[in-house]
């Protein structure tokens, strides 16, 4: 998935954030299958579960039955159609989740090659924060950063001072 592109910035922050929030002591459970994020949170301490592969946007036993205090999804909410419904069914009361910024620059991802690879929103801040609302959460706290690429243009010095990711510590309401 990440031959010779390891997102050492994102995950760098993504970890520190979820530090920040997050005691080693409370289970996990990570939406998305298994990935290099979530071998990492198990190699800092973490007890994590993953998902399975299946499609969050209509099938959400896997979320509906567990049993951990935590939800975490990283990059997960915008290749859904619909991420306001696995958000209402979670039941854990904490959530830690990122997603790429829509860039005004840019389009919209979408593999050529891998048809579970693409993103179906590209995300604003507000957008984001307002989705979560809605189903339920409020958030804490948050964070944003760059993805500097090492290439020479116009597109790769904007992605050096505009932000790419963002990262949202929420708690669901009346918790």
Not at 20 to 41: A, C, Q, R, W, Y
Not at 76 to 104: C, D, G, M, Q, Y
């Amino acid at each position: 998935m990440y031959e010779n592109n390891f997102p050492n910035k994102r995950f760098k922050h993504t970890s520190a954030f979820l530090q920040k929030h997050i005691t080693t002591d409370k289970p996990i459970l990570d939406l998305g299958v298994e990935n290099p994020f979530s071998k990492l949170m198990k190699d800092q301490g973490y007890s994590v579960e993953n998902t399975h592969g299946e499609d969050l946007d209509l099938e959400f036993a896997s979320v509906r039955n567990s049993t951990a205090d935590v939800i975490t999804a990283f990059e997960i909410f915008e290749h859904l159609v619909a991420p306001f419904n696995v958000l209402r069914e979670i039941k854990a009361t904490k959530l830690v989740a990122s997603v790429p910024l829509r860039l005004w620059f840019s389009n919209a991802y979408k593999s050529k090659t891998d048809s579970w690879d693409r993103h179906y929103h590209e995300f604003e801040d507000w957008q984001f924060d307002w989705l979560l609302e809605k189903s339920g959460w409020e958030v804490k706290d948050r964070s944003k950063w760059t993805n500097p690429v090492k290439k020479l243009g116009i597109r790769p010095l904007l992605r050096s001072i505009t932000p790419r990711y963002y990262i949202v510590y929420a708690e669901r309401k009346n918790s």
